[in-house]
């Protein structure tokens, strides 16, 4: 199951294991600001294939949207 | 939103986890991000001078005279906001402690407030600047509304 994760935790999982940073919220959203490297993996039109294209199954991924959504 | 997608990850079998706070708790703490938006923390004079709640009028007399923003702000030993000192308590006995002369309680904003909005209620409310702090109140600089607007009229 998915772990829930702080700024801190965050921070640890993407110094120490290259853990890769993806913001789920539209594109508009996205593009006003993102976390720094962040892929864009939007929940709205979910696609498997592009996940599975852009997401490295050896690296942690941290998903994130604007807050307690 | 979030948490559906790591758990659609997780089922896809990555090693998935969600930031809960989000965007939201990243920005107020002053982090660095990407993108287009103009935000308070990214224009701030990070040069206000500070000094420990606990210190004497003595010891901070010079800075406070010499202070181009007209007060120093006082802080505790975490670096949070206590209050701020300005020239009216340069008439006060040099051994008068901060904490008896400082404005407790000054106004604060987060740095992940817009600066377009930001400056437009500091117009309407005739503040030439005000505090930036982090969601846990360390002291990240000061923002005065001149260099905010220079920047919003830059586009920088």
């Given at each position: 199951m998915p772990a829930f994760i702080d700024r801190e935790e965050l921070q640890r999982l993407v110094e120490e294991r290259d853990a890769v940073v993806a913001e789920v919220l539209p594109r508009a959203e996205y593009d006003w600001a993102h976390l720094p490297g962040a892929v864009h993996l939007p929940l709205?039109?979910?696609?498997v294939e592009r996940v599975r294209a852009v997401l490295d199954r050896d690296r942690p991924v941290i998903v994130y949207c604007d807050d307690y959504q | 939103m979030s948490p559906r997608a790591a758990w659609r990850l997780d089922s896809l079998g990555f090693d998935a986890y969600d930031y809960v706070a989000g965007k939201a708790d990243w920005l107020a703490f002053g982090l660095a991000y990407e993108g287009d938006a103009q935000l308070?923390?990214?224009?701030?004079?990070?040069?206000?001078p500070t000094c420990g709640f606990r210190d004497q009028l003595g010891d901070v007399r010079a800075v406070l005279e010499e202070s181009r923003f007209g007060q120093v702000v006082a802080l505790n030993g975490e670096g949070i906001v206590m209050g701020r000192l300005t020239r009216?308590?340069?008439?006060?006995?040099?051994?008068?402690?901060v904490d008896a002369l400082m404005r407790e309680g000054p106004a604060t904003v987060r740095p992940s407030e817009e600066l377009g909005r930001l400056l437009q209620r500091m117009r309407c409310a005739g503040i030439d600047g005000i505090l930036v702090t982090r969601s846990d109140g360390r002291l990240l600089g000061l923002l005065e509304r001149d260099r905010g607007e220079r920047a919003v009229g830059d586009g920088t």
């Open positions: 709205r039109g979910w696609d | 308070a923390g990214s224009v701030l004079a990070t040069d206000v009216d308590a340069l008439a006060a006995p040099k051994d008068t402690t």
